[in-house]
């Protein structure tokens, strides 16, 4: 038989009884050199495999050579389907472009290295599928998408917990645990009781545990108590430890490990204005340990977390000018040292305790600069630094309320609207969105700085 034949042109080859396409040399019994594309695959026609003569390609195929899987004018000629080997110091490609119409990956399994899609907060997909998985390098940290924001791997979709926690709170006689389900709107319920009377407590937690710590109790000398419950049952709270000093007005924040104090006033033994940051480990029980500083000794402040970052809002430090500030201070809170400044409040005040967070965002509602009382809600983006931006106004002008939150919805329970008369109103928002407060229902009593607490707060997730 001729090695050449006349009419297919010199691109069809015969040797040796191999057919070459394209090939003078070719090494297989059909040896394409080239695509291979069927304009026409009804029936038994298309392209066959020596073992399959229906027009498709084997499930399983060994790569040798670099793969291009792309779409093309005539549809899926490139694609590849069932399970892909990919040979040592192979590549596969998908191009970016219009997605198919049809067809996904719907496993991949990568012995050696796999890159996942990485980028900053900002460079986020818009409208993701749930479940998306990425690198954020802003946070330093791997993150998915739980249908309802981006939330960092170690967290949860936060589907099945959902339950804020008020406790204590000035006048300073009140040993008072609330909650409600914060996906819902209504009045709050009893929990159960404190130890011992607390004012001006601070409240973090993580999705099992929620703490208590400070408060004066009663007298302004202030304490060191920590005291904890379980949020997903009902029950009066237990001993934990002590801070590491003695103190009211603080304000607490946490990741889902680790819970942390900063600030605060003591009159024992003199008048005393604090900066220190305690924290301990929210799993374990003990006396808390020494984080560091504020950047300036203050109480009646906020504060709230991302999965790494803990953040410090407003409050009142008489030794400086103006006392009343604006400052905001952040730590991360899987280190320690001193806070540093991440930017200013739309205004400057005190008792914003106000504070609440989805993994992306924080909030901060009301406050005082005698005599006005703030009905003010300002927001940051947690990851970043800059001054805060205006959200919008609370139902009514309240100074030291006390929030708990969701990856949803912020909640802003009691406070102070016309001193020294307390309120019993919850006001909610809508995290990720920008506008006015609306009413949720009542707490069970009226009360101001209360330690607040959720099992679904944007620190959960990280260390």
């Given at each position: 038989?001729p090695?050449?034949?006349?009419?297919?042109?010199?691109?069809?080859?015969?040797?040796?009884?191999?057919?070459g396409?394209?090939?003078?040399?070719?090494?297989?019994?059909?040896?394409?050199a080239?695509?291979i594309?069927?304009?026409?695959?009804?029936?038994s026609?298309?392209?066959?495999?020596?073992?399959?003569?229906?027009?498709?390609s084997?499930?399983?195929?060994?790569?040798?050579?670099?793969?291009?899987?792309?779409?093309?004018s005539?549809?899926n000629?490139?694609?590849?389907?069932?399970?892909?080997?990919?040979?040592?110091?192979?590549?596969?490609?998908?191009?970016?472009?219009?997605?198919?119409?049809?067809?996904?990956?719907?496993?991949?399994t990568?012995?050696?290295?796999?890159?996942?899609?990485?980028?900053?907060?900002s460079?986020?997909?818009?409208?993701?599928?749930?479940?998306?998985?990425?690198?954020?390098e802003?946070?330093?940290q791997?993150?998915?998408?739980?249908?309802?924001e981006?939330?960092t791997?170690g967290?949860?979709d936060?589907?099945?917990?959902?339950?804020g926690?008020?406790?204590?709170?000035?006048?300073t006689?009140?040993?008072?645990?609330?909650?409600?389900?914060i996906?819902s709107?209504?009045?709050a319920?009893?929990f159960?009781v404190?130890?011992?009377?607390?004012?001006?407590?601070g409240?973090?937690?993580?999705n099992?545990?929620?703490?208590?710590?400070?408060?004066?109790?009663?007298?302004?000398?202030?304490?060191?108590?920590?005291?904890?419950?379980?949020?997903?049952?009902?029950?009066?709270?237990?001993?934990?430890g002590d801070?590491?000093?003695?103190?009211?007005?603080?304000?607490?924040?946490?990741?889902?490990?680790?819970?942390?104090?900063?600030?605060?006033?003591?009159?024992?033994?003199?008048?005393?204005?604090?900066n220190?940051?305690?924290?301990?480990?929210?799993?374990?029980?003990?006396?808390?340990?020494?984080?560091g500083?504020?950047?300036?000794?203050?109480?009646?402040?906020?504060?709230?977390?991302?999965?790494?970052?803990g953040?410090f809002?407003g409050?009142s430090?008489?030794?400086t000018?103006?006392?009343n500030?604006?400052?905001?201070?952040?730590i991360?809170?899987?280190?320690?040292g001193?806070?540093?400044n991440?930017?200013?409040?739309?205004?400057?005040?005190?008792g914003?305790s106000?504070?609440?967070?989805n993994s992306?965002?924080?909030i901060?509602?009301?406050?005082?600069?005698?005599p006005v009382i703030?009905?003010?809600?300002?927001y940051i983006?947690?990851?970043?630094?800059?001054?805060?931006q205006d959200f919008?106004?609370?139902?009514?002008?309240?100074?030291?309320?006390?929030?708990?939150?969701?990856?949803?919805?912020g909640?802003?329970g009691g406070?102070?609207?016309?001193?020294p008369t307390?309120?019993?109103?919850i006001?909610?928002v809508t995290?990720?969105?920008?506008?006015?407060?609306?009413?949720f229902?009542?707490?069970?009593?009226?009360?101001?700085?209360?330690?607040a607490?959720?099992?679904?707060?944007?620190g959960?997730?990280?260390?």
């Amino acid at each position: 038989m001729p090695s050449i034949r006349i009419g297919f042109s010199t691109d069809f080859n015969l040797l040796n009884e191999q057919v070459g396409i394209g090939t003078t040399l070719p090494t297989a019994r059909l040896d394409v050199a080239g695509q291979i594309r069927a304009d026409n695959t009804t029936g038994s026609g298309g392209v066959s495999t020596i073992t399959r003569y229906d027009g498709f390609s084997n499930s399983s195929q060994t790569l040798g050579n670099t793969v291009s899987i792309a779409e093309t004018s005539k549809g899926n000629l490139n694609s590849i389907s069932g399970e892909i080997i990919i040979a040592d110091g192979k590549t596969i490609t998908v191009t970016d472009g219009v997605s198919l119409a049809a067809g996904r990956l719907d496993s991949l399994t990568v012995l050696k290295t796999f890159d996942l899609p990485s980028g900053g907060t900002s460079g986020r997909i818009a409208t993701p599928e749930k479940g998306s998985t990425r690198y954020n390098e802003d946070l330093g940290q791997l993150e998915f998408y739980t249908g309802y924001e981006w939330r960092t791997v170690g967290s949860y979709d936060g589907s099945g917990r959902g339950r804020g926690v008020w406790a204590g709170g000035e006048p300073t006689t009140s040993t008072t645990i609330d909650y409600i389900n914060i996906s819902s709107t209504g009045n709050a319920l009893n929990f159960g009781v404190l130890t011992s009377v607390r004012g001006g407590p601070g409240g973090c937690a993580s999705n099992i545990r929620g703490l208590i710590g400070a408060g004066y109790a009663p007298s302004l000398a202030g304490s060191n108590i920590i005291e904890y419950i379980t949020i997903a049952s009902e029950g009066n709270s237990i001993d934990f430890g002590d801070l590491t000093v003695i103190r009211g007005d603080t304000s607490s924040c946490s990741s889902s490990t680790r819970g942390v104090w900063g600030g605060g006033y003591s009159n024992s033994p003199t008048t005393t204005f604090i900066n220190v940051i305690d924290y301990v480990q929210i799993s374990t029980i003990g006396n808390a340990l020494d984080f560091g500083d504020l950047s300036v000794g203050r109480y009646y402040l906020g504060a709230t977390s991302s999965p790494t970052r803990g953040v410090f809002v407003g409050g009142s430090s008489p030794t400086t000018t103006p006392s009343n500030q604006s400052l905001i201070d952040f730590i991360t809170i899987a280190s320690t040292g001193n806070a540093v400044n991440f930017g200013n409040l739309t205004e400057r005040r005190s008792g914003s305790s106000g504070a609440v967070s989805n993994s992306v965002r924080g909030i901060f509602a009301g406050g005082v600069n005698s005599p006005v009382i703030f009905n003010t809600i300002d927001y940051i983006t947690t990851a970043s630094t800059g001054n805060a931006q205006d959200f919008g106004d609370l139902t009514s002008g309240k100074s030291s309320v006390s929030g708990v939150s969701n990856s949803v919805r912020g909640v802003f329970g009691g406070g102070v609207n016309v001193f020294p008369t307390r309120t019993n109103f919850i006001d909610y928002v809508t995290i990720m969105s920008t506008g006015n407060a609306q009413d949720f229902g009542d707490l069970t009593n009226n009360r101001s700085f209360m330690a607040a607490m959720s099992d679904s707060h944007g620190g959960l997730g990280g260390f």
